[in-house]
């Protein structure tokens, strides 16, 4: 169809979350926050591997369990030689892990940073007049796809609201509902738009 662009935007967190956690040397609840190194215990046939978390207020230690009591076996020897050379994009990847966080420490701080890298699919920004934008997250985020569509395409949220309304724009899954919640990988938005909201779509 001409006068579609198609932009796929990888949204990524840009602050990794926080475990909020009863310090017993502080004696309160404190954000911890990742060091980036993993602990790793090989000895025989079992292998657990945490990344650790440090006290903002003390440095007492916290251990994220990555996994416990795994059978050696089961673990690529890369993965493992990752883990013992506190590889920076497996902590980082385990440390953007929202929902596994959560699920280990009971409550988290989360942040709404993202960045966002568009990549364009098919089409070309000048002349366009409709856009077709593929949301891909490999991390959660409590950033909510109404304010991230706003941001991004330089927009008022009122305005998106409209559009909503007017039904110029559709979003699949979940429709107008999905405005309102955090955004979600998978998500498809569509619309006609104007040459700004189109610039800003395409780069930045
Ligand atoms: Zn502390």
Known sequence: MSGLLRIRWAIAPQ???????????????????????????????????????????CDNSWNFTIFERCNRRDIEPALLAAFESNDPALAQRHAIDAV????????????????????????????????????????????????????????SRSRLQTWQERQLLAIEPDGAKALRRPARDGTAVSGEADRNAIAAAACG
């Open 15 to 57: 602050i990794a979350p926080r475990p909020l956690l009863n310090c017993n040397r502080c004696g309160g609840v404190k954000p911890y926050r990742c060091s980036g190194k993993f602990r790793v215990n090989a000895n025989g046939k079992r292998i657990d591997a945490w990344l650790i978390y440090r006290c903002t207020g």
């Open 100 to 155: 596994a966080l959560r699920t280990r420490s009971g409550q988290i701080e989360e942040f709404h940073d993202v960045t966002v890298k568009k990549e364009p699919l098919d089409g070309r920004p000048e002349g366009a007049t409709a856009l077709w934008l593929e949301l891909r997250l490999d991390a959660a985020t409590p950033l909510r796809l109404d304010r991230l569509l706003a941001g991004e395409l330089g927009i």
